[in-house]
């Protein structure tokens, strides 16, 4: 069988149905196999940046992994910025790269790169070295990258190996490894810590999402009463509109917020890793009793001494702690909790009432993302990017269910919630996907706006525009004394609708929230659309203005 075959077949029989690229010549081979068939689809995007941004989407959203192809060298590297992206978040996905042929490696061929020069971007990275070998290797990155914790796994196939007719390797059974089992000593442990707390806490990071542990989070959370604060790699984790969330952790945590950790006498940490984002450079005072469970063994220790430390996977966790706690808690546990986590809800929404109340073009953000969130229907998916506007989000918009709500981790890099949109819509066909970007986040990825065109994506880009990089802007002149809206645009205003308009999508333009309201009603189902939005170029930063 020719290996360009053969790599298809693997792809296809591991149940991989979707390939992000971008098509070279190098990688034509396979592009024709995926072409006569009916069961794998290939989307194009238009810069490689954007292909492993697509396939983190893809994943994030719909807990199944996709496959990206690229040419080698600056295909590749374009696309490590996404597979640092998917790395830090734990995200899974495969990406195939067409390698210069080995007896050419060294001598410069053309888009020639050492392929270790990628070793530390994914989980794994596996250079094939002989034709009969492609498909054993193929089978092993799969695996290694759905083994938890996922992650993406880079596999260099060079060119001359793709189109050759041999006998692949056989290979048995290549299924992902289990994550290991909570050890039962542990859970015990962590039991009796939770059960005589008075006021326990629960941190939920990511790995509660990649675990799909969000029931269990939440029934666990209900069980001790415990107030929920998710880390913004774990928004969405728990709904926002339960009476036990208080808030999410970023670097703009509100002191009520922070206040409601570091009273609590007893915190479960779960599928979280203690970065030095979320815990503002490990800066919180944390209780003693303090539970972390983890699938990464060398987070543990990372920033904060635990009491007890579990590495297994967040759900049989959660699942065995809430066993062992049964019939040993207060049946009025949960209003205590819920008391606690109002408290720190209603704190931060007496803290942005007045930025709530604009009704004048132009509004803070927050004015726009309440009226998105009034709009959109409770399944709407939303990939929120990198930026002022991404932390605001984090902050004041709600979000209901963990696949329905994506935004990069610890990486936070500019310009992927275009190209996340594109995979999540192609993960789910019959949802509607809205983006939250501004328009320096957008200037990043723009060319995926003819991508969401061209696939006649149900996708609503919402673009929030005040004409600068207004959170650098702010922190250069608050702190460097380099003067109003040093990195704005003012005199060269940007018109996001004649651009996308321009790509061939629908346009809108909205104001004041009663309009934001009325175009987000009318884009759901609409197909490509682009609504642009103007903020306040004054408007105070969320890192700032939430923290003091």
């Known amino acids: 069988?020719?290996?360009?075959?053969?790599?298809?077949?693997?792809?296809?029989?591991?149940?991989?149905?979707?390939?992000?690229?971008?098509?070279?010549?190098?990688?034509?081979?396979?592009?024709?196999?995926?072409?006569?068939?009916?069961?794998?689809?290939?989307v194009m995007a238009r810069h490689e940046t954007n292909v492993s941004h697509q396939a983190w989407g893809y994943a994030e959203t719909s807990g199944e992994m996709?496959?990206?192809?690229?040419?080698?060298?600056?295909?590749?590297?374009?696309?490590?910025?996404?597979?640092?992206?998917?790395?830090?978040?734990?995200?899974?996905?495969?990406?195939?790269?067409?390698?210069?042929?080995?007896?050419?490696?060294?001598?410069?061929?053309?888009?020639?790169?050492?392929?270790?020069?990628?070793?530390?971007?994914?989980?794994?990275?596996?250079?094939?070295?002989?034709?009969?070998s492609v498909v054993a290797e193929l089978n092993q990155a799969i695996m290694i990258a759905r083994t938890p914790p996922k992650g993406p796994v880079r596999i260099g196939i060079p060119k001359n190996f793709i189109p050759i007719t041999t006998e692949p390797a056989?290979?048995?059974?290549?299924?992902?490894?289990?994550?290991?089992?909570?050890?039962?000593?542990?859970?015990q442990r962590a039991a009796d810590l939770l059960a005589t707390a008075t006021s326990p806490t629960i941190i939920a990071g990511g790995g509660v999402r990649a675990s799909n542990a969000s029931e269990m989070l939440q029934s666990?959370?209900?069980?001790?009463?415990?107030?929920?604060?998710?880390?913004?790699?774990?928004?969405a984790t728990i709904p926002e509109d339960h009476p036990l969330f208080a808030g999410t952790l970023s670097g703009a945590t509100s002191p009520e917020l922070r206040q409601c950790l570091e009273s609590a006498d007893a915190i479960l940490a779960v599928g979280t890793d203690f970065d030095a984002v979320w815990t503002q450079r490990w800066s919180y005072d944390l209780p003693a009793d303090l539970i972390h469970v983890t699938l990464d063994p060398g987070d543990v220790g990372t920033g904060y001494d635990p009491r007890v430390s579990i590495v297994a996977d967040a759900d049989p966790t959660l699942e065995a702690i809430e066993a062992t706690l049964t019939d040993r808690m207060k049946g009025d546990a949960a209003d205590a909790g819920a008391k606690r986590a109002r408290a720190v809800r209603t704190a931060e929404?007496?803290?942005?009432?007045?930025?709530?109340?604009?009704?004048?073009?132009?509004?803070?953000?927050?004015?726009?993302?309440?009226?998105?969130?009034?709009?959109?229907p409770r399944e709407t998916i939303v990939t929120a990017d990198a930026g002022g506007s991404r932390v605001w989000t984090v902050v004041a918009f709600q979000t209901y269910d963990p696949r329905d709500y994506v935004n990069p981790g610890s990486w936070a890099s500019m310009g992927l919630a275009v190209p996340a949109a594109v995979g999540a819509a192609i993960a789910n066909p019959n949802r509607p996907v809205a983006v939250l970007i501004g328009e320096g986040g957008l200037l990043m990825c723009l060319e995926e706006l003819h991508t969401i065109a061209t696939e006649s994506l149900d996708v609503t880009v919402f673009v929030f525009n005040n004409d600068d990089y207004a959170i650098i802007s702010e922190e250069a002149e608050r702190r460097y004394d380099l003067g109003a809206k040093a990195y704005g645009w003012p005199e060269s205003t940007l018109d996001c609708t004649q651009i996308a308009e321009g790509m061939g999508l629908n346009v809108d333009r909205a104001e004041t929230p009663t309009e934001i309201y009325e175009a987000a009603e009318q884009s759901i189902g609409s197909g490509p659309t682009l609504v642009e939005i103007p903020t306040d170029p004054n408007e105070p930063q969320a890192g700032e203005f939430m923290t003091r």
Do not use: W
């Open 1 to 42: 069988m020719r290996n360009d075959h053969a790599i298809i077949d693997c792809l296809t029989a591991h149940g991989i149905s979707t390939v992000f690229g971008i098509p070279g010549k190098q990688t034509l081979p396979l592009n024709e196999v995926i072409s006569d068939r009916d069961d794998i689809r290939f």
């Open 66 to 132: 996709a496959a990206t192809v690229v040419i080698p060298g600056p295909g590749d590297m374009n696309a490590m910025n996404g597979l640092k992206n998917a790395l830090n978040d734990c995200t899974p996905l495969l990406h195939i790269a067409v390698e210069t042929e080995p007896e050419v490696r060294g001598g410069d061929g053309i888009h020639e790169t050492p392929p270790n020069t990628y070793d530390n971007v994914v989980k794994k990275n596996i250079t094939v070295e002989t034709p009969q």
């Open 170 to 187: 056989a290979i048995g059974s290549a299924d992902p490894v289990d994550p290991p089992q909570p050890p039962t000593s542990a859970i």
């Open 220 to 235: 666990l959370a209900e069980t001790i009463g415990a107030p929920v604060a998710t880390t913004y790699k774990g928004k």
């Open 349 to 376: 929404a007496d803290r942005i009432a007045e930025l709530r109340s604009s009704t004048e073009a132009a509004i803070p953000t927050v004015c726009a993302l309440d009226a998105l969130r009034d709009a959109l």
